[in-house]
């Protein structure tokens, strides 16, 4: 049973969905463990090998190759972040009730957003609130050209990952470097962030 994902489990229904009143702490802890494990055994199905959906995609677009490691690292990382994104959207986030009524107008308590474990350098509410001053430095060497928002936001991208133990990014490994692009650009488009503007740190040629 994944510790990180029994954490996610316990907050979402404590928090959001809500659990019956009448319950005891055993029932509750004995609830929130089956769901968990039913959370676990799908991410572990849906992985369909060791190596992941995301591996099995790598292959199919280049017939007759094998990744090298670091790039092999990398889609195991990305596959298994994706899919379990995936489960706990579906087996769990969408369990979250909506307000069918406006929220009151005027000041109230900010109500912190659901949010996917490999999501968060999205939300600043969820995220580390400054990165580490190495991982700042990581991201105007990887994206010099890149306007200020891009290389903030890579920055707190690569302080989520290293938080997650996953390898980080170098200019020397091109498909790791196209990975990490890639998931920067689809979280900032979602949230509506310009991919381009002023502050770049060298003049694009």
Request: hydrophobic share 35%; proline share 10%; aromatic share 4%.
């Amino acid at each position: 049973m994944s510790y990180q994902i029994r954490q996610i489990v316990e907050r979402t229904w404590r928090e959001h969905i809500g659990l019956p009143p009448e319950w005891n702490a055993q029932q509750i802890t004995t609830f929130l463990d089956q769901q968990t494990t039913s959370i676990s055994v799908q991410i572990e199905a849906r992985m369909g090998t060791a190596q992941g959906p995301a591996v099995a995609r790598w292959k199919a677009e280049n017939p007759g190759r094998e990744p090298d490691y670091s790039t092999l690292t990398a889609l195991i990382n990305t596959g298994r972040q994706q899919v379990t994104e995936e489960v706990l959207t579906e087996a769990l986030y969408d369990k979250v009730p909506v307000l069918d009524e406006p929220l009151p107008d005027g000041p109230g308590e900010p109500v912190d957003p659901v949010v996917a474990p490999g999501e968060r350098w999205r939300f600043p509410t969820a995220r580390t609130q400054e990165p580490d001053p190495d991982l700042e430095e990581l991201a105007d060497r990887l994206l010099p050209a890149r306007s200020t928002l891009v290389r903030v936001m890579a920055a707190h991208l690569l302080q989520a990952m290293r938080e997650d133990s996953q390898p980080l990014p170098t200019l020397d490994d091109g498909p790791a470097m196209s990975l990490f692009t890639n998931r920067l650009e689809a979280g900032m488009l979602l949230d509506g962030q310009p991919l381009d503007g002023p502050g770049a740190l060298v003049e694009m040629r």
